[in-house]
């Protein structure tokens, strides 16, 4: 069923007059789709499809950007920047705001679309994702009225280039486009060839809420279109988020190219569970750590470290907690975990599991659908701290787990690893916490909690997650330069 089908058999609610217009757009593209350039859409061809994960029907047909298709669309960024950086930052905020409106007033058309194009539960889209895409605006917004106060001194970078992963396909976007517009600067985004639909909802919106021509450009297909946008010589800052691997591509393809670069990357998040801690928080948060959007988190509380002594009352009540977990329908707001990405990330992940020749494999033991890529919460433990599983990023619903003795112990296996992005540690004495969280390798650390994110707090990782803030004044400043204006002494 494609995008149109399934929005029109849909009982979509009765909705805001201005939402149904975006509504009556999506059904109008029906299911081909072009780019967004220079403020209007392009025609669409069906150069690849947009699937649901969670039964792998098409949704619609999208386009494959090519490489004069990349030119016209920087160079429109080009054009809409000065005009865009002179208009002043409370100009510019007025627009981030209306934008934010949008997205508040659309945010159950986006949370079904999203949840369609990426398998992820409903409620997870609805409640967290897109209250975090609004929230970001809003914050956005509100800065880019501060800027001329607060950094006096900064000017606009200019076209940023900007390619984005499937996990958080709205949210990422946000990430990306609202401290660069904030900023001064016009964007060139290319989503995820997998998740490609709430950007161009999005590029509608900007286009109702009448954003000038060129300031946001979404350009659509695979990883070939990121690597053009990234060699662009108008292209003056990359922002990516991604695989290392892609990563090092592409700091290598910008070395010596003068284009400013922030990366975030993958992880390997410890989450360390002291004997004192409150273990039925702990468990919840696990749950929340390693199970959100299917384990498919660049910070997901991967690699659980728990103390000796409680560590099989643990898993038992792990185990148990497991036990409840819904799986299912992405669109059944009852579910608390749905589809993987695409059929190429199950086997992906079930060939990690499979191949898994130590330590002890729990799996649930629930009914799983007959079709779509769905794989069951895994828990496994007993591995050695080397073991492959102990190391890689499996980016799935797949937690291993080891013991230590100590917390020095618990300090030197979190630190055991090539990514640093984020931690986790749970104890009930606040000293250790504040002893612990210091000496861990990661660009975020959660004290008796997870996965807390805010617009206002910067976040990013250290070594292999990669570098650079996004969020708070480290992701604003990250999207200037200094103004080179002389000033007098
Ligand atoms: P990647 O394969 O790295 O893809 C990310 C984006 O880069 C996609 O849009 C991709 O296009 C594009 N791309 C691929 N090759 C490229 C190249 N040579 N030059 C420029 N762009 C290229 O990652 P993924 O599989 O989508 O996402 C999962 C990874 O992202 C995980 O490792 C995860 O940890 C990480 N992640 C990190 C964070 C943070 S904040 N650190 C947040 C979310 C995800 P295609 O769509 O065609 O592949």
Redesign the pocket.
């Known amino acids: 069923m494609s995008v149109k089908e399934i929005f029109e058999s849909m009982d979509y609610g009765p909705a805001p007059e201005d939402a149904s217009e975006a509504f009556a757009w999506l059904v109008d593209q029906g299911s081909s789709f072009g780019h967004f350039i220079d403020g209007a859409f392009t025609e669409g061809r069906d150069d690849f499809k947009a699937m649901n994960p969670a039964n792998g029907e098409i949704l619609a047909e999208l386009t494959q950007a090519n490489a004069e298709e990349v030119d016209a669309t920087i160079e429109a960024a080009r054009r809409a920047q000065t005009r865009w950086a002179r208009m002043g930052g409370a100009a510019r905020a007025r627009h981030l705001y209306a934008l934010a409106r949008g997205l508040q007033k659309h945010a159950r058309l986006f949370a079904v679309l999203e949840t369609l194009d990426n398998g992820k539960p409903i409620r997870e889209s609805r409640d967290i994702d897109i209250p975090l895409v609004q929230r970001h605006f809003y914050y956005h917004a509100g800065m880019a009225q501060l800027m001329a106060e607060e950094l006096p001194d900064r000017a606009p970078l200019g076209v940023c280039g900007q390619?984005?992963?499937?996990?958080?396909p709205l949210l990422?976007l946000a990430?990306k486009v609202a401290p660069a517009l904030a900023m001064g600067n016009t964007v060139v985004l290319?989503?995820?060839?997998?998740?490609t639909l709430t950007a161009l909802l999005f590029a509608d919106l900007c286009r109702r809420v009448g954003l000038p021509k060129g300031v946001v450009n979404i350009v659509t297909?695979?990883?070939?279109?990121?690597?053009m946008?990234?060699a662009h010589e108008g292209i003056d800052k990359v922002a990516?988020?991604?695989?290392?691997?892609?990563?090092r591509?592409?700091r290598r393809?910008t070395a010596g190219q003068g284009k400013a670069l922030s990366?975030?990357?993958?992880?390997k998040s410890p989450y360390i569970v002291f004997e004192d801690a409150d273990l039925d928080s702990a468990v919840e948060g696990l749950v929340d750590a390693i199970w959100f959007n299917q384990g498919?988190?660049?910070?997901?509380g991967s690699r659980l470290l728990v103390q000796e002594g409680i560590a099989e009352a643990f898993h038992t009540k792990l185990k148990a907690r497991m036990a409840q977990l819904r799986i299912g329908s992405p669109l059944d707001k009852c579910i608390d975990v749905g589809a993987m990405?695409d059929a190429a990330?199950l086997e992906h992940v079930r060939g990690m599991v499979d191949g898994c020749d130590a330590g002890e494999v729990f799996r649930v033991n629930a009914q799983m659908p007959a079709e779509g890529s769905f794989y069951p919460p895994t828990l496994i433990t007993g591995l050695a701290p080397s073991h492959e599983l102990m190391q890689e990023?499996i980016?799935g619903p797949v937690l291993v787990s080891t013991t230590f003795r100590t917390p020095g112990e618990a300090v030197q296996l979190a630190n055991n690893t090539r990514y640093g992005?984020a931690a986790s540690v749970w104890t009930e004495n606040i000293s250790r916490a504040l002893d612990v969280a210091p000496k861990l390798a990661a660009g975020v650390v959660w004290i008796n909690g997870t996965n807390m994110f805010d617009a206002a707090a910067g976040?990013?990782?250290v070594r292999e997650?990669?570098f650079g803030r996004?969020g708070g004044w480290e992701g604003l400043r990250a999207y200037t330069k200094p103004d080179g204006r002389v000033r007098k002494l």
């Open positions: 390619v984005i992963p499937w996990n958080f990422m990430w290319k989503p995820a060839e997998q998740t297909g695979d990883g070939a279109v990121g690597e946008i990234v990516f988020t991604g695989s290392t691997e892609v990563g591509i592409i393809a990366l975030e990357l993958g992880g498919q988190v660049c910070c997901a990405i990330q990023e980016f992005l976040f990013g990782g997650s990669g996004e």
